[in-house]
């Protein structure tokens, strides 16, 4: 089955932990993205890659931080820097090309911060 | 200025509607342009690509307008399976690093 996994689906963190948040693909595609969405809200980009051990800054980078050490796999580390946690985060791939591709999601993990 | 623009609705309407949502987006330079769909506290899923001629799935089709940057999606006898929030999202291209760029949405009801 391919596709795109996210774990765990449900987290709960006390405030000033640190916490990873897991997303690994088998699409094979190259460039993995990181987004938060708050409700009633729109996709706000994190951080992306577009190549192993390389990644750039998204919009709403302060407070998290990411790897890209194998292909298949972008873990995102929500740190105790970053203000408002409690989020829903999705984490998508996509292929890369002069025309552009169409993006795939995986289920999303809900961060709860208290 | 945002990269897409949407209007957020709500729209509610009777089984059998025709719907339409439109899109806008500033980025003359972009390269591909999509639908998705998305449900209350689900990830957002591919709803169909938008291609410059054009296309149709089903009751669904999708037009772009490079001219005008902006971009449509009908939605003809409106199931209540239709009921969702739709996202118009624009990749900005290789050279500015495959970026993807979302509309905040357009909730949609269908009543029965």
């Known amino acids: 089955d391919g596709g795109i996994t996210q774990s765990p689906k449900y987290l709960f963190r006390k405030e000033g932990q640190n916490v990873t948040l897991s997303c690994e693909q088998n699409?094979?595609?190259?460039?993995m993205y990181w987004y938060r969405q708050d409700p009633g809200q729109g996709l706000r980009l994190i951080y992306y890659s577009q190549i192993v051990n390389d990644f750039q800054k998204g919009d709403i980078a302060e407070g998290y931080s990411v790897s890209r050490e194998k292909k298949e796999s972008f873990p995102l580390t929500v740190t105790s820097a970053q203000k408002n946690p409690t989020a829903f985060y999705l984490c998508a791939s996509s292929r890369i090309g002069q025309g552009g591709y169409e993006q795939y999601f995986g289920p999303g993990t809900r961060l709860t911060v208290t | 200025r945002k990269e897409v623009e949407q209007d957020p609705g709500p729209f509610n309407v009777p089984e059998g509607a025709t719907v339409a949502f439109n899109c806008t987006y500033s980025?003359?330079?972009?390269?591909?342009f999509f639908w998705y769909r998305q449900d209350c506290r689900k990830e957002p899923k591919l709803l169909m690509s938008v291609y410059s001629s054009g296309n149709e799935d089903g009751r669904f089709t999708a037009q772009l307008n490079r001219a005008s940057q902006y971009i449509s999606l009908l939605i003809r006898d409106s199931k209540l399976s239709d009921s969702a929030t739709y996202l118009c999202?624009?990749?900005?291209?290789?050279?500015?690093?495959?970026?993807?760029?979302f509309g905040t949405g357009t909730s949609l009801t269908v009543i029965p």
């Open positions: 980025n003359s330079a972009s390269q591909s």
């Open positions: 999202v624009v990749n900005a291209g290789f050279d500015t690093g495959n970026q993807f760029y």
């Open positions: 699409l094979n595609h190259d460039a």
